[in-house]
């Protein structure tokens, strides 16, 4: 398993108000079921389904509550051209010369649709966390093999944002 880089998230305001939403609606369901999926008769609520739904539902209550105890939100950070959450990428793969363009951050900002996300927890994400422009990295993707990237640039979220709006 994969450790996260930071121990906080960067968050746009469309994904904090969007998982904010979904925690309500959750929150709402497990205290109007009492934990138990509504179209479930008591009879049923031993089910072993119903309770690995219920599971689940109570794990993606703790994770979103994680994530927004820690979020950082819509505050860009710093124009440094560091690669961290909540910065645009831009990345150029060093063996085809291909280059790419991305928002390093969590995966609910890919809602967003302006641009691709890749979470600081990602391969990629991990290789690049930390790197400055012109500095190459290596990471391995899941077939084993290695890829050497290098940060062309990296912006604020913000910055990338507006130049898209206009």
């Keep these: 398993m994969m450790t996260s880089t930071s121990s906080r998230h ?19 369901h497990q205290h109007t079921t009492g934990n138990a999926d509504p179209d479930v008769t008591t009879a049923d609520r031993d089910d072993h389904d119903t309770i690995v739904r219920t599971g689940q539902r109570q794990a993606r209550i703790r994770e979103i509550q994680d994530l ?50 890749y979470s600081p927890d990602s391969p990629i994400g991990i290789a690049l966390y930390g790197a400055r422009r ?7 993707v899941p077939n084993g093999d290695t890829v050497r990237v290098t940060l062309l640039d990296a912006a604020p979220y913000g910055h990338h944002q507006s130049t898209v709006r206009r």
């Design 10 to 28: 960067w968050l746009s305001q469309h994904a904090h108000a969007a998982l904010r939403d979904e925690l309500a609606r959750l929150l709402r």
């Design 68 to 117: 927004l105890r820690d979020a950082v939100v819509g505050e860009d950070p710093p124009d440094d051209g560091i690669a961290e959450p909540g910065m645009v990428l831009t990345v150029r793969y060093d063996d085809d010369n291909d280059t790419e363009t991305f928002l390093l951050g969590l995966r609910h900002e890919a809602e967003l649709g302006d641009i691709e996300v």
């Design 134 to 140: 012109g500095e190459q990295r290596t990471y391995t």
